[in-house]
Nanobody, 128 residues
Framework: RVQLVESGGGSVQAGGSLRLSCAAAGYTYDYYCMVWFRHAPGKEREGVAVTGSDGSTSYAESVKGRFTISQDNAKNTLYLQMNSLKPEDTSMYYC??????????????????????WGQGTQVTVSS
């Protein structure tokens, strides 16, 4: 049974940094994508960063240059390093994952809406 558990959220002042973690227990697919989403009240859910089994990455324009997604396969953990945080980054952040076919490009998952596995979310609050 696959479980995704996020951690690392919190409150920070604008300009600060946080690193989110997503521990993926039981996730052993050869081909996969993993995405960080955020969803704030009154706003649409937004995919902010994606990576996958080929190590490629892609970012939403709103976070490009400030956020970095990475994965530690030995620890089965996905990370999101968030720098230069802005009040508009305030949101609940979720990780999501799905297996993909070998011919699929993992970064296309940034535009997906359906994922097989979701974490419970971690809150990030950025004050001005």
């Amino acid at each position: 049974r696959v479980q995704l558990v996020e951690s690392g959220g919190g409150s920070v002042q604008a300009g600060g940094s946080l690193r989110l973690s997503c521990a993926a227990a039981g996730y052993t697919y050869d081909y996969y994508c993993m995405v960080w989403f955020r969803h704030a009240p009154g706003k649409e859910r937004e995919g902010v960063a994606v990576t996958g089994s080929d190590g490629s990455t892609s970012y939403a324009e709103s976070v490009k240059g400030r956020f970095t997604i990475s994965q530690d396969n030995a620890k089965n953990t996905l990370y999101l390093q968030m720098n230069s945080l802005k009040p508009e980054d305030t949101s609940m952040y979720y990780c999501a994952a799905s297996p993909i076919y070998s011919w699929e490009v993992p970064t296309t998952c940034l535009g997906r809406t359906h994922f097989d596995y979701w974490g419970q979310g971690t809150q990030v609050t950025v004050s001005s």
